[in-house]
DNA sequence: CTCATTCGGTACCGATTGGTATCAAACTCT
DNA sequence: AGAGTTTGATACCAATCGGTACCGAATGAG
């Protein structure tokens, strides 16, 4: 059972797709998927145009794998987050997950969830709705696990698990937007101190 | 003492100039900053180039015009929220107007003081300063209006109203991105409302 | 009327946009 | 070694970008 293929036929690539992929994702993240021109990104990743499309296809599918790797870096507290043992908690690691990860050092500040297509041309609508779709996920993935905390009597029956997870989005939507203005990691962690002092007790 | 100079020497502009900006404020609202081309907006203008380039100075300044529009049009909640007697009520008329601002039918969805400019890349990296300039002036707003709420016992004593007013800026625009991802008004109006639980009660 | 002044339509500018054709270099397979 | 296959550098594409020169059209001033 030697299916192994060490090396594939012809002349290998000779560069890393994984860091080229990373350094586009800061690029979309820093500059928006419009405000992101090949240029920008295949000389921050260190790649020539044609090395791009034949690794990734385009513009639009390199802003989707970036988005797929931010998914799994920058926001990995996201799916963290869901594993916590009770809704407070959950809430708790999502807010201040958002909060760290907008205000990384050394990191582009917002989230590039919102800031990478919140509004677009024509050329842009795609990766808008891509975004879009993405925040849409995340919030049903809230909305799930709250639902199942209200069926386990973690939160008070007849509570919303929809709105709730809404609610939480919201939140982390509008820390995004502050960080990306250069609202400190300190201001925001208040802020996400006094969104969840209203979350309800447990049953 | 007539100073009133009915008609300026030369020939007179053939467009209304007020109408005209209405139109450009949408288009940057729907499209953004750089996804806004100046076919685009001239064509939504009715006019051209030329004359847009004679009554606005440059696409820049036509954005910052918009804006200004904007505040007094559709963002003109803010201001008038900031006159409501108590602390809370400037809160949630704050947040409702935000609510009703960002899903207005018949207008582009979210706020164009977000979704504007949010990232950009160097050509638009002066309209994302003009707007986070913006945001900022109105959450320094919010914090003077509750400091006076503090002083006037409005307030408990110790509140912090830089904290409110961030909280309730960071909300705000959270509203703004999930309605420009098709967050209905009633979502929002829920989401408003639980932001509001936790208002600190009056001293 | 004539002159000065402003507006606006056409036609254009260089620069940049996202995307490709071409072809030599670098590799595996037989 | 020779054939087949993939990468990547150069050089290019049409289209669009924001912005402007030019010049006739339309007005008030004298």
Known sequence: METRRKAPIGRPRGFDAD???EHAMRVFWEQGYEGASLTDLTSAMGITRTSMYAAFGNKEELFRKALERYTEGPASYGARAMREPTA???ATAFLNGSVRATTRPG????CLGVQGALAAGDPGRPARDTLSAWRDEHTSRLRDRFRQAVDEGDLPPGTDPGLLARYLMTVA???AVQAAGGAT???L???ADMALLNWPPPE
Not at 107 to 110: A, M
């Open 19 to 21: 860091e080229a992929l």
């Open 88 to 90: 407070r908690q959950v």
């Open 107 to 110: 990191c582009p500040t917002g």
């Open 173 to 175: 939507n509008g820390i």
């Open 185 to 187: 990691r300190d201001d």
């Open 189 to 191: 962690q208040g802020v």
